[in-house]
């Protein structure tokens, strides 16, 4: 089983833009739904975004929609999160994992997850 590998995390500027990507190194991302995490220190993982197996469909949480943009690209075998007009609060460690079911938000319905990018926006 091949394994997910985030990149593109960085420093930016508030107000400025990011574009994370994560490789299924398996080769196997078109059977898979794909979802976007991420973690601030002492806080819980929370849900990002979602997009299903094939890419037609996608979900947010509430506090991204409009300033990231979740897709996909199989034959890459990557799926993207572009992230715009980036905040100070949205500073953390941003994980892709991996899912039979969709639109799910609850970690625990991922069963594959990456080692993580951290993002970190400065005011």
């Known amino acids: 089983q091949g394994q997910l590998v985030e990149s593109g995390g960085g420093l930016v500027q508030a107000g400025g833009s990011v574009r994370l990507s994560c490789v299924d190194s398996g080769r196997t991302l078109s059977t898979k739904n794909m979802g976007w995490f991420r973690q601030a220190p002492g806080k819980e993982r929370e849900f990002v975004a979602a997009i299903s197996r094939t890419g037609p469909s996608v979900h947010y949480a509430s506090f991204v929609r409009g300033r990231f943009t979740i897709s996909r690209d199989n034959t890459q075998n990557t799926v993207f999160l572009q992230m715009n007009s980036l905040k100070p609060e949205d500073t953390a460690v941003y994980y892709c994992?991996?899912?039979?079911?969709?639109?799910?938000?609850?970690?625990?319905?991922?069963?594959?997850w990456g080692q993580g990018t951290q993002v970190t926006v400065s005011s």
């Open positions: 994992a991996a899912s039979k079911f969709y639109p799910v938000v609850g970690a625990q319905r991922y069963d594959s």
